[in-house]
């Protein structure tokens, strides 16, 4: 049982990088991928999110710089780059998108959300203050003799 399960593992070993994948290489023009990389750190990753299309390796943003690259082989500005990738995908792909009344939203709404979270935590404790009622004035003369009387 031993021997296949070491022949078993050897075999896995073996075949381990038989599926991983070559590099490619960068473009044959260094320039023109450098940037190609300029740009792509201005945009977001649609899958991601949370990273630019520099940075991530789904395979949408390797996508949106090979777009990237043909369009500045077509002679594309920056600027027209990132006017077409706004009017494709929205506001939303630029990694800092301005600030405007359509994203208002995503500049003010963490903000926003911050606020109305303090003003329920705040309504939350006030809440949970006792009320302290008030003793009768038979409840405070029975106070004062308890106090007053040394213990025995």
């Known amino acids: 049982m031993s021997k296949l399960l070491l022949s078993l593992v050897l075999l896995w070993a073996a075949a381990v ?3 991983a994948q070559t590099a490619r290489p960068l473009a044959a023009d260094p320039a023109l991928e450098a940037r190609v990389l300029e740009i792509a750190h201005e945009l977001r990753c649609l899958v991601c999110q ?10 949408l943003a390797i996508d949106l710089r090979n777009q990237i690259r043909e369009q500045l082989l077509a002679g594309r500005s920056e600027r027209e780059i990132l006017d077409y990738m706004v009017q494709r995908y929205g506001d939303f792909v630029l990694y800092n998108p301005p600030v405007k009344p359509v994203t208002w939203l995503l ?3 963490p903000f926003v959300l911050l606020l109305a979270m303090l003003a329920w935590l705040w309504t939350m404790l006030r809440r949970r203050r006792p009320d302290t009622p008030a003793l009768s004035a038979d409840e405070q003369r029975r106070a004062r003799e308890l106090l007053e009387t040394p213990p025995t």
């Open 17 to 19: 990088p038989l599926g």
């Open 107 to 109: 500049w003010g709404g």
């Open 50 to 59: 949370n990273e630019t299309i520099a940075a991530s390796h789904a395979d």
